[in-house]
């Protein structure tokens, strides 16, 4: 059975405006570890997804190593709500809210920042979304706003496994690109911190998962319990 059919489911000032770019980056990158199987609504032939690969505002591309089976990593892909509920359970940061939406999913970060990813690409050894951010706040124009493209390129190497993230992204209308190209320099380090950091955070989820799953059980009841049985 394919494991990319989709879902498993059971200030007001202008320094501000400047900070909340970065922001909107901070919901897509812990939120990739979370929703690589967002149900398919584009594909990787559509123009906007070519068109953000071929003309992005800031582009990021990094290697990444996860000591885990290939069998054990894609099933852990293929289960993005639990996934969800295993992130908050392990109290990591941001703490976020994860719903499945008519299409992809729809992810709420406690500060108001909303976003929206959905599946473009699924394969053994790769998949592909298309992310779009918006801040939900008083003091930031709704018009702020951001999309990125989002892929990752993996094999099993051993017992783990080896692969390269790349992520594309532009503001998706101009004053929110414009922000972007005055913080090119910045919103790289933060793609890399974050990426980083929060890698090493779905790794000791990862890691549990494949050596104890135990010790996870004993954590959860009900309903995620009954799901997390019939996963892993």
């Known amino acids: 059975m394919s494991e990319c059919r989709g879902f498993h489911l ?10 909340i770019v970065p922001r909107l980056i901070w919901i897509f990158i812990p939120a990739v570890f979370l929703l690589f199987t967002a149900s398919g609504g584009a594909d990787d032939r559509g123009l906007k997804f070519w068109t953000l690969l071929e003309q992005p505002t800031v582009k990021y591309e990094t290697d990444f190593v996860v ?3 290939l069998e054990v990593w894609n099933r852990v892909l293929a289960h993005p709500l639990l996934m969800a509920k295993l992130w908050n359970l392990y109290n990591f940061q941001p703490a976020y809210e994860v719903h499945a939406a008519h299409e992809g ?5 406690p500060s108001g920042i909303r976003g929206q990813l959905i599946m473009t690409d699924c394969l053994p ?11 939900d706040h008083w003091a930031i124009p709704s018009f702020i706003s951001a999309e990125g493209v989002f892929r990752f390129r993996y094999a099993e190497e051993g017992p783990q496994i080896k692969g390269t993230f790349q992520a594309y992204l532009r503001g998706d209308n101009k004053t929110t690109d414009l922000l972007m190209k005055l913080t090119a320099g910045r ?5 890399h911190r974050r990426f980083t950091n929060n890698l090493n955070d779905m790794k000791k989820i990862v890691a549990d998962i494949a050596r104890n799953p135990d010790q996870i059980r004993q954590r959860l009841s009900g309903e995620s319990l009954r799901e997390f049985n019939s996963i892993f």
Do not use: C
């Not at 059971?10 to 900070?19: D, M, S």
């Not at 592909?128 to 918006?134: C, K």
């Open 125 to 135: 050894d790769r998949r592909s979304f298309y992310g779009r951010g918006s801040v």
């Open 10 to 19: 059971p200030a007001k000032e202008a320094g501000l405006k400047h900070r």
């Open 187 to 191: 919103l790289k380090n933060l793609l």
């Open 67 to 69: 000591a885990v089976p």
């Open 105 to 109: 999913v729809l992810v709420v970060d």
